[in-house]
């Protein structure tokens, strides 16, 4: 497990993100309780775009990049079979770089605007940068604050540029509702809808009562352990040891009836990742397209790779790299009810009435909607989860060591926040935001 993890985050930090194997091996992969990793032993093969990883010559794992779909584990399949999947976007993508680009024009609004105390919101944003705290380092990498479609405050992390793509972890995850979103849209899904996978139509399976809603909702009902410090855990697994993740979920036998309880578990996103490629169907190159042309193109997310495994299917749980700004459009989508201006024109890209159905609390979870948080993990606080502390109506997309996309939408705010905060409590995303929305006062006619 130890070498797969370095072996597969390595190779997307090279080759995905673009930066130095020093930079991803002295900070991504040895922080706080990761240190262990540097005594395994590292080849990089830049011209095969591959990464080897050993203990004492055993427990090899190897990484492979492929342009357009990211890294991937070689785990029941070859080198060479790997590098044959090829994105349909292949030549496109490599001939352009990581660009900057431009925010949309914000939707019109009749709200009043606000008043930005620039000295104050630079200070908050110092502070996001200033480690106070040496036993919990927040590593902060990037942050963007957009208002009204304009860029208010961004800052980067020495080593990081506005090219950057990062590594978002479960923020993925509210990217695959867009994408299943926008089938829904296009009518060929409905939240209610049953009888998901091929893998469980069979006579007497339960499972196939399971619906969209109970997978957005992380309440299907499987029995799957989300405990990243046991290297055996399901998510482990799924992650680090299997060639098809989705297959893998699939497998796991029903715990509870759905719709009983919440239990958050990323293999949930994994089979909403195998239920779009059930759905767009035809070849591995469809299906590799829809998210490039559904989404990313339509809102300007150039820089968005929504890695595969070795089976082909996306890893949407967890394996998505994109600079902040290209972060910040996912938010804006949401802030602006699913719609975009495209060539002039205001598009719906998620149905009517989509925002409102994932940010509404879910019937187990108050604080969660649908692949969406309505408040912020105690993970990521100083103290227990309180509605006093985050503002009304405030939703955001959350991953793993501090990824986060904050939609504030009466400020007409998003706040994009990345970082490589390890320990628990190192970041705590509610006194950030809190500080931000103090730095905007309304302003008075």
Request: some cysteine; proline content about 4%; charged content about 20%.
């Amino acid at each position: 497990m130890a070498t797969a993890y370095k072996a597969k985050i390595l190779c997307s930090g090279i080759f995905v993100s673009g930066r130095s194997e020093a930079s991803v091996l002295s900070e991504d992969l040895a922080a706080d309780g990761l240190w262990p990793l540097r005594s395994l032993q590292t080849t990089i093969d830049h011209k095969a775009q591959t990464v080897t990883v050993s203990l004492l010559g055993r427990f090899k794992s190897v990484a492979l990049h492929r342009t357009g779909l990211g890294s991937a584990l070689v785990i029941d399949t070859t080198v060479e079979e790997l590098r044959s999947q090829v994105s349909p976007f292949y030549a496109q993508i490599k001939k352009t770089t990581t660009a900057t680009t431009p925010l949309p024009t914000a939707k019109p609004t009749t709200a009043k605007p606000t008043e930005i105390n620039t000295d104050r919101l630079s200070r908050v944003i110092d502070d996001a940068f200033t480690e106070s705290n040496p036993t919990k380092l927040k590593r902060t990498r990037a942050i963007v604050v957009v208002q009204r479609g304009k860029v208010i405050a961004e800052r980067y992390a020495e080593g990081f540029t506005p090219h950057t793509p990062l590594l978002g972890w479960s923020v993925a995850k509210s990217v695959v509702n867009a994408l299943i979103g926008i089938l829904v849209q296009q009518g060929k899904l409905s939240v209610d809808s049953q009888d998901l996978l091929k893998a469980w139509r069979n006579p007497g399976d339960t499972r196939r009562e399971i619906t969209l809603n109970h997978l957005l909702q992380m309440s299907s009902g499987l029995a799957f352990s989300e405990s990243y410090s046991n290297p055996l855990s399901d998510v482990t697994t799924m992650l680090f040891q299997r060639k098809d993740g989705a297959k893998y979920v699939a497998e796991r036998p029903a715990k509870t009836a759905p719709g009983q309880q919440y239990e958050y578990i990323s293999g949930a996103t994994v089979l909403l990742c195998q239920v779009i490629r059930e759905i767009v169907g035809g070849s591995l190159a469809d299906y590799w397209a829809f998210p490039r042309q559904a989404l990313f193109n339509r809102i300007g997310m150039s820089s968005a790779v929504l890695e595969v495994d070795a089976s082909g299917t996306f890893v949407g749980s967890s394996f998505m790299y994109a600079t902040a700004r290209d972060w910040a459009k996912l938010g804006l989508l949401y802030l602006q009810d699913g719609q975009w201006e495209i060539d002039g024109k205001w598009e719906r890209i998620l149905p009517a009435g989509w925002i409102k159905y994932s940010t509404a609390p879910s019937q187990n979870a108050d604080f969660y909607g649908a692949h969406i948080w309505r408040g912020v993990p105690n993970s990521f606080t100083s103290k227990p989860r309180s509605d006093d502390d985050w503002p009304s109506g405030a939703y955001l997309a959350a991953g793993y060591q501090g990824q986060f996309v904050t939609v504030i939408p009466d400020k007409e705010l998003v706040v994009v926040r990345l970082g490589l905060s390890v320990r628990q409590h190192s970041w705590d995303q509610v006194q950030f935001i809190k500080q931000i929305l103090l730095a905007l006062t309304t302003q008075q006619y």
